[in-house]
C-alpha cells in the first residue's frame, strides 16, 4: 500500500491519487489539506455520499449503492422515526445528567429490561471507546489489580487505554505491560472444541499475570470476535471461559459494540447466544442509529464501588437529544420486528454465501450468524492461503457494481458483510446476484 | 456530605432523600435504581427540567429558571437554527468519515480560520475527554517520551489518560509516573509575576522528569483554569511558559474545552488572550450547542507522524450531523456579532460582581473575563479563610430563587458564573439583583 500511509483493510492509498479523476482528486486533495493524515478513506476509488435512505447511499450524481457494510445506522439511513424524535427533543431540551430528567430513568428502565436481571444499571457515555475505557477503569479499580487479557487481533477503540488493548491497530498503538494477548477461538480448526481450548488458553494467561504479580483484573471480548475474522459457531463455545475468568477472581467484560442491538439474530445481545452471563457489557455504534451515544450496563454490584468514590461525569453522555435517538432506536427494533427479519434473512444471508462460495474456489469458509457474515478469500483452488488481495479485489468490484462491503481479519482476507438490520429480501437478493457477478469476473 | 458519596460541590447529597418533597424523592429513588452511583445530582434540593429555551430551563411545572451557569448550550437552549441544521442533515445523511463528504471539509476550513495560520489540521472525536486523550497520544508518540504535567487542580476529563491528569477528581482517580503536578498561577497573590513564577516552577517539574529518566513530553493547560479557581489577569502571563514548554523539547496542548469559542471575550480562544501559540489546541463543550462533537487542531507537523504511523477513526467523531451542529454554531455567533456582546457584557458582569464583593465581606476577589467569573466566598469579614459552605449557601439560595449557578475550586469556595453566550443585558440586570437579594438574606 501507501508509502507513507499505514496499511489498512480497503484502505485508499493516497499515492495513487492521480489516478482519480479530477472531481474526486480535488475534494481529496482539499481534504487531506485539513484533515490530518490518521484519517483514512475506503476503496480504490474514495466515493463521496451526499444522500442516505434505508439501506441505500447516494453519491453526487445522483447513483444509488447497496449498504451492506454499515453497523451504525441500524434500523436505515435517515430513519424517519429516529430523525423525528432527535428534532422534537432538540426543539424542546438538550441537557446533561446533572438535572432529573424523565427520559433517561425510562430508557435505562426499558434498556435494563432487554438484559438478563442480575443486569441492573447503566452508565451512559458517548463512544464505543470511553465505554471500553469507563469499563477497564471499573474492572481495575473493583478487582484491585491491573492485568487485562485480549484476543490477539482485538479492536476495542482509540482512547489511550482501548487502543493498548486494540493489536489490530498494528505496531505503533501504545503498549503497556498489563496487557495480555490469546488467540481468539478459531472455530474453523478447532470446531467442537474451541470453547475448552479457548478457556485453557486464557487459564494459562491469568497463571501468568499471577505469578508475575501483575495480577487479573479482566478478560474482555468482543462476543463475535469480529476482528478475529468473524466467530461464531458453535453457540456456547463461550461458556468454559467465563467460569475459568471468574474462578480466578476476574471480570468478564462482553464488547457488544458489534454484536448488540440484534446484531447477531438470535438475541439483542451476543452474548446471549453464548448463554453466558458478564459482568459488565460494553454497548455502542448502533445504539443511537448514528448519534453518539453508547453504555457500559452491568451488575449493580460490581459498579458499586466504583461509583461510590468515583464521579464519573460524561457531560455529552446521555444526554436528552442522545437518549431520545436511542429510545427510537428500540422502537424501530421491537415495532418492526426486527431480530426475526435478521434471524430469517441472516439464515437466507449464509446459506446464499455459502451457495457461491461451492461454486468459486477463491472463497473457502463462511462464517457468521444474523446480519454479520465473514467469507475467507484465499489463493484456491487448491491452497487455503489467506489472499488478501484477493479479497481487496472483490470488495472493490463490488464497489464499482455500487454494493458496499469491506474486508477485515488477522491475514485482512474475510469479506465483511454487515448490513444495516432493516435488510430485505429483495436487497438481499440483490446483494448475492452482484456477489456472484463480482466472483464470475474474477474467475472469468 | 454523603457518607457514601465523595464530595461534589453542589453535589445533591443522597443520605437526605427523605427531605425531598415527594414527588422528587420518588424520581430521584426510581432514577437511582436504574443509574449506577458514579451518577451526581446538582443542589441540596435537585431540581427537574423539561424544557429549555436561550438562557432559560423550564421546570415540568412551567416554573423558569435563568440559566447563568451551562457553557454548552453557548448559543442558547434549543437554538432554532441549530436544531434546523441537526434536522435538516438528520432527513439527509448521517455518516463517518471514510467516504468523502463535503461539509466536513468547508467546516474545518471554516474552523482552522478562525485560528493561527501555524495551526493548519484537525482530528475530530465526541467529547472533549477523547480529544484531551487523543492530544496526549500525539505528543507522547511525537516526542517519543511520557512525562506530562498539569496544574494541581486540573480537570481534564474522564478516559483513564484524562483522568489520571485530573488531579480535581481526587484520590480515587487513575494514578500514574508520568504525570507531575505544580501548582496553577495564583493571580491573586502573585500578580504581576505569576507568568514568571509559574514559568519557574514548569521548569523545575522538567528538570526533574529529565533527571529521573521519565522525559518531558507535554505541558496542558486550560487556558483560563476553570478548576483551579479560574485564573485570568494579566492576560499574558502564559507567555513565558510556552518558551519553557519548547526549550525543552516539548508540546504545549491548550485545553480549550472551557475558555474556547470565545467564552472569554476578548478572542475566539483563551490562548489568543495570551498572545501565545500551542502545537495542539483541544476544543470540546460549546462546539456543537450539545451535540457531541470535539476536536484537535494543531500544527501539521506536529500531527503528521502520529497520523502517518497509526489510524485514528473515531465512528461518531464528526459525523454529519454533528459537524452540521457546529457549522450552526459558528453561524450563530458570527452572525450574532456575539464576541462583542461577550466582550461588553462581560466587562459589566465583572463590574457589577465587584460592585456586590464591595458590599458583603464574605464575597472577597472577584476574577474572570467574558461570560466566564469566579468569585471566592471566604469566613470574613476579617477573615480570608475559604468558605465553602458559604458558597453552597449561595448557590442554593440562588437556585430558589430560580437562578442556575454552581460552584468549583481548590477548596469548593468559588462561585462559578457562566452563562449561555446569548445572554442578554436584561439577564444579566436579573442575576446581579438576585445575588444582591441573597447576599442580603445571608447577611441579614
Known sequence: MSSKNTYMANGFDPSTLDSLDPEMRAMVERRSRVLAPSYRLFYREPVEFVRGSGVRLFDSHGRSYLDVYNNVPAVGHANPRVTQAVCEQMSRLNTHTRYVTLPIIEYSERLIGLFPEEIGQV?????????????????????????????????????????????????????????????????????????????????????GLESDGTGFAAFIADSIFSSDGLQADPAGFLKPV??????????????????????????????????????????????????????????????????????????????????????????????????????????????????????????????????????????GPGSQAADKDGAERIVNALRQRRVLISSSGREDNVLKIRPPLVFSDADLEEFLGSLRSVMEDLHG
Chains 1, 2 share one sequence.
Not at 482512547?159 to 489490530?168: D, G, M, N, Q, Y
Request: proline residues 4%.
Open 242 to 379: 467465563v467460569d475459568v475468568v471468574h474462578a480466578a477472581g476476574g471480570l468478564y467484560l462482553a464488547d457488544e459494540v458489534q454484536p448488540g442491538f440484534g446484531r447477531t439474530g438470535d438475541a439483542w445481545w451476543g452474548f446471549l447466544r453464548h448463554g453466558i452471563l458478564p459482568d459488565l457489557v460494553i454497548l455502542g455504534k448502533p445504539m443511537g442509529n448514528g448519534m453518539p451515544i453508547s453504555a457500559v450496563v452491568g451488575r449493580p454490584e460490581v459498579l458499586e464501588r466504583f461509583g461510590n468514590d468515583m464521579r464519573y461525569f460524561n457531560t455529552f453522555g446521555g444526554n436528552s437529544v442522545c437518549i431520545a435517538a436511542a429510545n427510537a432506536v428500540l422502537d424501530v427494533i421491537e415495532d418492526g420486528n426486527l431480530l426475526e427479519n435478521i434471524r430469517r434473512l441472516g439464515g437466507l444471508l449464509g446459506t446464499g454465501l455459502r451457495g457461491i462460495a461451492r461454486d468459486y474456489p477463491m472463497l473457502s469458509e463462511v462464517r457468521g450468524c444474523g446480519l454479520f457474515y465473514g467469507v475467507d478469500v484465499v489463493t
Open 123 to 207: 452508565i451512559y457515555a458517548c463512544t464505543g471507546s470511553e465505554a471500553v475505557d469507563l469499563a477497564l477503569r471499573i474492572a481495575k479499580y473493583e478487582t484491585g489489580r491491573g492485568g487485562v487479557i485480549v484476543t490477539r487481533h482485538a479492536y476495542h477503540g482509540t482512547t489511550t487505554e482501548a487502543a493498548t488493548i486494540s493489536p489490530s491497530l498494528g505496531p505503533h498503538r501504545p503498549t503497556a505491560g498489563w496487557v495480555r494477548y490469546v488467540d481468539a477461538p478459531d472455530t474453523s480448526v478447532e470446531g467442537a472444541d474451541a470453547g475448552r481450548l479457548f478457556a485453557d488458553r486464557v487459564r494459562q494467561t491469568i497463571d
